[in-house]
């Protein structure tokens, strides 16, 4: 069975300050695929990351960091000096190479305030 | 470069009737997903084409179909509508298959949201 977890329902920081979104997945897959997308109020979500099983280097992408660690199966999502454009709703999904199904985690809010 | 499009962005339809909602997909791009957003359910994965054959399904009954023409503009049909189905449809294209490369990045199109009345 696969599974995300994204136990954060809602987050609210103050503009400038760092977050860090958390995901933690569950498969019996070996190879993996995880990825990270955005929903601005505006509805239409936005890629922002995609992840295979067997590269656990962190990456960074301007303000935006992910740091996998499969030990913990965790693929947790940080922003940096948040802005308040960064308020959306953040999903984090995995798609097994032997489930053929994309599972999205819950999804977090979150509000950054200026 | 034009993005994702989808047709129709909104609809109503009532109970047992069918639906089929139309994604264009960016040009050159051969594979597109369709995706169900629910205030219930969340985001669920509906199924994959590329190159006009579907390689992944999510879990839903087989009212849910869809297809993939040479263009691989891609059309997913609803058939005996219920009230649950009432949902944004997202659908997204991508260069390549969703399991055959680490790359790969997804462009979505704004949706299609249907309510069954």
């Known amino acids: 069975a696969q599974k995300v977890t994204q136990a954060q329902t809602e987050i609210s920081v103050v503009e400038k300050e760092d977050v860090t979104l958390d995901c933690v997945y569950e498969?019996?897959?070996?190879?993996?695929?995880l990825f990270w997308y955005k929903q601005p109020p505006s509805g239409e979500l936005v890629f922002l990351i995609r992840?295979?099983?067997?590269?656990?280097q962190n990456e960074i992408s301007g303000r935006y960091s992910w740091n996998f660690q499969k030990s913990t199966s965790s693929f947790n999502f940080t922003i940096t000096a948040s802005q308040v454009v960064d308020s959306a709703v953040y999903f984090c999904?995995?798609?097994?190479?032997?489930?053929?199904?994309?599972?999205f985690g819950a999804g977090t809010r979150l509000t950054v305030k200026p | 470069k034009a993005g994702v499009t989808q047709t129709p962005r909104y609809l109503i339809k009532t109970r047992g009737q069918q639906v089929t909602l139309s994604c264009s997909p960016i040009s050159g791009h051969r594979s597109v997903s369709w995706y169900q957003q629910t205030p219930g359910q969340g985001l669920q994965f509906l199924f994959e084409y590329f190159s006009e054959t579907q390689r992944n399904k999510g879990n839903f009954p087989g009212r849910f179909s869809g297809r993939q023409f040479s263009n691989s503009r891609s059309e997913m049909n609803v058939s005996t509508l219920e009230l649950g189905d009432s949902a944004l449809y997202l659908c997204a294209s991508s260069l390549v298959r969703m399991l055959d490369s680490n790359t790969g990045e997804l462009f979505f199109g704004e949706g299609s949201r249907l309510t069954v009345l």
């Open positions: 992840r295979n099983s067997f590269d656990e």
């Open positions: 999904a995995l798609v097994g190479r032997n489930n053929n199904d994309m599972r």
């Open positions: 498969t019996r897959d070996t190879t993996y695929y």
